[in-house]
Nanobody, 121 residues
Framework: QVQLVESGGGLVQAGGSLRLSCAAS????????MGWFRQAPGKEREFVAG????????LYAESVKGRFTLSRDNAKNTVYLQMNSLKPEDTAAYYC??????????????WGQGTQVTVSS
């Protein structure tokens, strides 16, 4: 079955960096778009970034554009989210997603269990 396992979350000071990883299994990784969502306490889940199956198309939420970089390694079945210049408002649980189609809504079929990112001021 499809598994998405996130790692790399943690506690960091404002201005710091983290790199999230998502290891995928149970499907043909190179055929699927991948992405990240986040959800802060009391807030709706929001789209962070998404990447096409080939990696040729990448979309970022305006709130993270210029600070976050999404990439994928199809040989390793892994997608990465490099997060720089982190702000307290980036604090959230971050979820890896996968689907054969690319969405900016929460319509993605497959979701990981989430990894917590906490940015202190």
């Amino acid at each position: 079955q499809v598994q998405l396992v996130e790692s790399g979350g943690g506690l960091v000071q404002a201005g710091g960096s983290l790199r999230l990883s998502c290891a995928a299994s149970g499907f043909t990784f190179s055929d699927f778009a991948m992405g990240w969502f986040r959800q802060a306490p009391g807030k709706e889940r929001e789209f962070v970034a998404g990447i096409s199956w080939s990696g040729s198309s990448i979309l970022y939420a305006e709130s993270v554009k210029g600070r976050f970089t999404l990439s994928r390694d199809n040989a390793k079945n892994t997608v990465y989210l490099q997060m720089n210049s982190l702000k307290p408002e980036d604090t959230a649980a971050y979820y890896c997603v996968a689907d054969q189609y690319f969405y900016t809504s929460a319509a993605w079929t497959h979701w990981g269990q989430g990894t917590q990112v906490t940015v202190s001021s």
